[in-house]
């Protein structure tokens, strides 16, 4: 009698919390989420080619003709060449910073002094632009993948760290105290309580860092490299004024930044972090 | 005798909180802690827990002085104390690290039975009521099998129903495994409804000011005249006619 009642409770409790969560539509979720965005990307695309038409201008392509000049990159293999580049250059240089930030920023969290002591030095560091280590960038590294391999790193190193250190920080003290009650180890509050509690915090510094990396990356391919996505915007531009390749550049860029950025949404729904999130 | 509180103080900064607390607690004794609110009694609490040292006098348990947290002592906080990254069944196997796998089953369905989540135990705390994610860290903390329990306002984001319930559900969770409780609260219906003995403490800095026996067997009736009695004697120590 007593677990049915509890059970009924535990129910009452959930529709009640449902009761507050957005309503479905009742067009559908696919509808919703894919139908519609689709077709607002495709009046964009309508209004956007009769308004080349209308103005009859000569530098801003039609949307046929960017398409034109993707499948001109696709059909020399160089769409993919390029894309390829972009996302190494990126995977790297992100990696490295997931790698080197989060135990870092784990570190600098820690400890309060620590994290007051370094804390103004980073604060100083964020706002310079990873752009402004072009020039440094150039003469460390020379002609190679490594510039803007570096800069990208520059780029999303800060937040992940700034994450990791906060995320640390804005631990409950209850989970830190209730650990030590329990005769946790040192080790194993860090693995056990300290980390699962940051992790959701760090995830959203991840997310955050992406996005920074792949926002520097057109900036970070002007320097050194010939090849990606970037280098693809100004040697457009630079070799024969091919703006349907600029604007198919960017498009590209945009995209698969979209599809790079949905691809870390997914892992809020992870078991080990979906309770910091809300559905 | 369980644990003794010898002429503790503790001051935070300029500010006095405890003044020389002498308190004995008998073994499976339940005894609440009752104060206005920042009268240091959560700070009492938490030094017999281990996590705040006094800077004067000292807290034994069995004869042994207190330095730290301990496993043999668990603390209960609110219903937040319980960790969100785990569903029920993890929650109350967390301190349970040092069995084997096939004591660690038995304890966490013995536990999950004795609070009543039964069904439950793949859920996430998220996914449970307030009373109920406060059943779970009770039986995170009786899942280890301490000998004493520490309640910090257990019962204090509940509303005012499912306060009663836990309060009957903590009784016969008491009865059943014979611990010894010291509870902390501003409510004084909540320490006459539960306490062997009610522990008084003055506005800052808090001193005992009064020791009330509550001599009543459980369950207790709350329209008894002797349970009456008790509650209003607790009132008019602190100083508060019960007229709204």
Redo the contacts between chains.
Sequence with gaps: M??KS??A??R???AEAASFRPQPSALGPLVEKVALPLLVAAMVIVLWHFAVRFTETKIFPSPLAVAKGIGQLASRNLLWSYIADSLLRVGCGYLAAVILGIPFGLLLGSSAKLASATNPLIQMMRPISPLAWMPLAVIWFGVSNLAPIFLIFLASFFPIVVAAMNGVRNV?P??V??G????LSKR?LIT??IF??V?PRILVGLRIAFGVAWLVLVAAEMIAVDSGLGYLIIDARNAGRRYDLVVGGMLLIGVIGLALDTLIRRAERLK?????FSD | MKVQFTSISKSFGATHVLEDINLDVNQGEFVCILGPSGCGKSTLLNIVGGFIQPDGGDVTIDGERVTGPDPRRIFVFQERGVFPWLTVEQNIGFGLFKLSAAEQRERIAHYVNLVGLKGFERSYPRELSGGMKQRLEVARALAVDPDVLYLDEPFGALDSITRLQMRRELLRIWEAEKKTILFVTHDIEESVQLADRVVVLSARPGRVRRIVTIDIAHPRDLSDPRYIKRRDEIFGEIGLAHKV
């Design positions: 007593r677990t509890k059970r409770e535990g009452g409790q959930s409950p209850m989970y105290q209730a030590r009650n329990f005769g194993a056990r309580v699962p509690a992790l080990v972090v979906r309770w910091a």
